[in-house]
């Protein structure tokens, strides 16, 4: 009796595992959609899009979550690349998967990254572009005060899609010869990033005691903006119309906007649309026409006061 | 005939899921090259889940293993980074291992911690100074030097595509030195002995206390070389990338722990647990069965195959 029980729960296991598995029929193409980030809401947005869009192509799509383990990002796709899918998407840091892009390679699937990096395992990259996005919260400081103040920069030059931000803030500030740059603060991010903005903003403020002395607080990202926010709430100084802007639009920041104080722009990238853009760049390489360029731009959109209740 | 189903129910268990993907995905599942992608899948885990087998044998857990992968891929990354060559930074990580195990075995041992609470203690310690020396950050790039990402991906050739993996060598040679060390030494029986009576074996004459306190420092020794391997792997660390690790671990141990006539873990039977895990994880990808419903699939049969287990003990 227990012997036969023994065997036949396993049993039972496995043939539940055949009626899930006869639920994936063949279809036009089969794309393995792998990521360790799917529980972050970014994320989430672009596999709903992606997903989306492969239905009217009836694909066969399979998103694989490994949870936040990158090694096993590596051993799904020498899964796919064993499975020989039609096509592999990945939102990781190719560089730190590269020994299955290898292998995904050799099997001759091509690879499409969804916000993931540039690599030369990639046919492409679909992702924001973060010298517009800077270039538009810049410009909108630049042009908000009139082109002449002290201007506080929030940047992070040691990691790149972050740096890039910085080059592009720098030119336009740099244009505007009646604009100085204050400082060009680099936060601590382990806590998250608005705490140490925070402090670091209430020493430049006490620094910069009069009114008027600095006009504008410009973040390469939300978190430093927030940070630069409390600090002149906390110090008093928020009537003394000192501009402060951000980039990500994560929704603290668009709390913020809307409340109408200092904190007055940021820029939203297109989550939904990066998965649509990414599903076209899928079906243009399975067609034979791969996208030409090494990485492909979703347009992104300045959030103010005026548009971040839409 | 029943006595032999009691024993071998998981190893059927594991032969049942192979034949299944044979059947399921014919022309790619039961190949060489398949098998050894799984081997290297599976190879950091089972270094980890062979290690901990140790501790087991006496009834014990380390709960530690993940942070400690974690942190010993850290510590390498940041010699590396400081211009020091591979070897010093592999033996760094693995002096930090063994010396993060032996604190566990220290408490487990000479302070009376229980082994729960100690490696929990430590797990939050370790993972703690994994953050606190890398600053959070994922080492990666050109700080990683070549000669250490490309361990992972080279191996032995066998035919014209394909090759035994490193990383699945590694393994092999863990699995070998834990299987001489648990079957074939004194030190392994007096493990065993202690796992089964820790009172009898102490009026016995076994140094108890010495025994577990190195038992430990095997396992934290074992971690880090898993930790090693991942960092290889991924050709980066990460403050948190060995934390998955230690759960899947113990469960590969538990496994292996169903097909012992005592209930007790060998080495061995823990290959298996590793195995069923990294067929399951391979053979439903290939499926492209939906990644959620594999956790669910894997866990259940966990629990199933040690329920099964405990049903026959108690009936028996």
Known sequence: MTASLRTRLPTAA????????????????????????LAQPGTQFYVEAFQEAAKDKAWDVNVIDTKGDVAAVISRLEDAATQKVDAVVINVDPAQVEAGLAAVKDAGIPVVGMDAGAS??????????????AADTAAYVANRIGGKGNVVMFVFDAFPPVQVRGVIADAVFGNNPDIKVLDRVTPDVSDGGIADSRAKMEAILAANPDKGSISAVWAAWDQPALGALQAIEAAGRQDEGIVVTGIDANPQAREAIAA??????????????IGKAA????????????????????????????NVGD | MASAFKTYGTLIGFVLVVVFFWIEIPDTFMTAKNWLNISQQVSMLAVVAFTMTIVMVMGDFDLSVGSMASLAGIVAALAFRDG????????????????GGLLNGALVAYVGILPFVATLGTLTVYSGLAFLVSGGKTIFGRDIPTTFSGFARSGIPLAETISLPSLTIVAALVLMVVWFVLEQTTFGRRLYAIGGNKEAARLAGIRVRRLRFLAFGLSGLGAATAGLMYASRVASANPTQGSGLMLDAIAAVFLGMTMSEEGEPHVAATLVGVLILGVLGNGLTQMSIDSYVREVLIGSIIVLAVATSSIGKARG
Do not use: R
């Open chain 1, 14 to 37: 496995l043939f539940l595992s055949a009626v899930l598995a006869a639920g994936a029929a063949a279809a036009a193409g089969k794309i393995a959609v792998i990521t360790p980030y």
């Open chain 1, 260 to 273: 109408g104080g200092n904190f007055e722009a940021s820029m939203a990238q297109d989550f939904h649309g």
């Open chain 2, 84 to 99: 020091h060559g591979v070897w010093v930074g592999v033996a760094l990580a693995l002096i930090v291992g063994l010396a």
């Open chain 1, 279 to 306: 599903a076209e760049a899928v079906a243009q390489t399975l067609s034979g026409k791969p996208p030409k360029s090494s990485v492909v731009y979703v347009p992104t959109k300045l959030i103010t006061a005026d």
């Open chain 1, 120 to 133: 030369p395992y990639l046919v492409t990259n679909v992702t924001s572009n973060g010298y517009a996005m």
